[in-house]
């Protein structure tokens, strides 16, 4: 069945929840790619993971070839979700969601209790907020790195990501910055000038990396170690929405946070890479308040030389 790599390539996603969206049966998904019948299926065993699970490409484009009488999954009871937060270090306030989707199951066991899901304390202190960066200077058509932290410019394009995951923090959980992931980082550099000439950006800007949320709505360090793999998106999108709907005495609190910044960054141009979940939802904040905003076709994870602007 080949070999089995530690961590997924870019690009590829749980095979189990493919499967799941096409109304398949995980197992006979995995049956089928032990097989050799899911193209491009690769088995991942992170470091500490029990045992090896499928990954497909997010193109995977394979269906079962017969439909008899489909295998069910067992029937899930919906999850509710309380999520404490903390962003200015003072008072903390509850978030509470419910969900459906088997993901949560992804989490350790120790916290759920009796159908409750209670995230730990820590997870959105103001403390564990990654900071937005300058990362680049925009000059002669090349991108200049920016080797230590300084307040942005006024006229600087923002890049928007999202929110932080693995790479943005220490083992401990200390925030390091924004879009870490070395090939991240690569594709960041490697694909960004063409976008910034796309869009006839003028010379001598910062480029500023900015996440919605500055808080780890994936979850990842809460995960099993089988499941520290990629992203839980159905975590990561839900945990998002309910933080970005948080509403205390009609303050919208990380809808507000977000807006401060961009108040202060003045950015001449905004391209947001959000990825499709939540993309929408800050496109619509983002032109309510007049900023300049374009999309792009994918999140700087994925860049390639397809990679455009996407105007609406």
Not at 1 to 18: F, I, K, W
Not at 224 to 238: E, N
Request: hydrophobic share 35%; with cysteine; charged share 25%.
């Amino acid at each position: 069945m080949g070999e089995v790599l530690m961590e997924p390539p870019a690009g590829y996603r749980l095979l189990a929840d493919y499967a799941r969206e096409i109304g398949c049966h995980p197992d006979v998904a995995k049956r089928a790619a032990q097989g050799g019948r899911v193209a491009d299926a690769v088995r991942v065993q992170p470091p500490g993971a029990p045992v090896p699970v499928w990954w497909v490409p997010e193109s995977a484009t394979w269906r079962p070839k017969r439909v008899g009488r489909p295998e069910k999954e067992e029937p899930t009871v919906p999850c509710s979700v309380v999520i404490p937060v903390s962003p200015y270090g003072r008072e903390q306030w509850l978030v509470h969601l419910t969900s459906t989707s088997r993901q949560w199951e992804r989490l350790h066991a120790g916290y759920s209790r009796n159908g409750v899901i209670r995230l730990p304390d820590d997870q959105f202190d103001g403390d564990k907020a990654v900071p937005d960066e300058v990362r680049y200077e925009w000059k002669g058509g090349s991108l200049y790195l920016v080797p230590r932290p300084r307040p942005v410019r006024p006229g600087a394009v923002v890049i928007i990501l999202e929110s932080p995951h693995q790479h943005e923090y220490t083992l401990a959980f200390t925030p390091i910055g924004p879009l870490q992931k070395p090939a991240s980082r690569t594709r960041l550099r490697n694909y960004l000038p063409g976008l910034l000439r796309e869009a006839q950006v003028p010379d001598d800007v910062d480029v500023v990396l900015v996440n919605p949320i500055q808080y780890q709505t994936s979850l990842h360090r809460l995960h099993q170690p089988m499941y520290q793999a990629g992203v839980s998106t159905a975590i990561r999108d839900a945990v998002w929405k309910a933080l970005w709907g948080l509403e205390v005495a009609d303050i919208m609190v990380y809808q507000r946070d977000f807006l401060n910044r961009m108040d202060k960054y003045q950015p001449s141009l905004v391209i947001n890479s959000c990825t499709a979940g939540v993309k929408g939802i800050v496109d619509e904040v983002l032109k309510s308040n007049g900023y300049p905003v374009v999309g792009v076709t994918q999140h700087p994870s994925y860049w390639s030389s397809k990679t455009k602007l996407v105007r609406r």
